[in-house]
């Protein structure tokens, strides 16, 4: 059974940083492509970052703030957010194959003075 559990959201300044994590089970993040998708009220969902074929894809909002990692000794990802910004404020998930179909319960990042 595929599965991921998010976590480390949180509450932060503008300006700050959180460090996501996304647990897998039933699938290899070594062999899979993963990624993080946000959502938030009343925006479209964006792909934030996308592990495919050896590649890491960022939104393009995104580029030189978030990093994703992943530990394949934990079957683990990880994304690394600086520079927080308020815009960056939604429920982030991870997903096998980078797909909404896969996601999680998802972990909420609130960023705001």
């Known amino acids: 059974q595929v599965q991921t559990v998010e976590s480390g959201g949180g509450l932060v300044q503008p300006g700050g940083s959180l460090r996501l994590s996304c647990v897998a089970s039933g699938f290899t993040v070594a062999d899979s492509a993963i990624g993080w998708i946000r959502q938030a009220p009343g925006k479209e969902r964006e792909e934030v970052s996308c592990?495919?074929?050896?590649?890491?894809s960022y939104l393009d909002s995104v580029k030189g703030r978030f990093t994703f990692s992943r530990d394949n000794a934990k079957n683990t990802v990880y994304l690394q957010m600086n520079n927080l910004k308020p815009e960056d404020t939604a429920v982030y998930y991870c997903?096998?194959?980078?797909?909404?179909?896969?996601r999680g319960q998802g972990t909420q990042v609130t960023v705001s003075p």
């Open positions: 997903g096998m194959d980078c797909a909404w179909l896969w």
């Open positions: 592990f495919r074929d050896g590649t890491t």
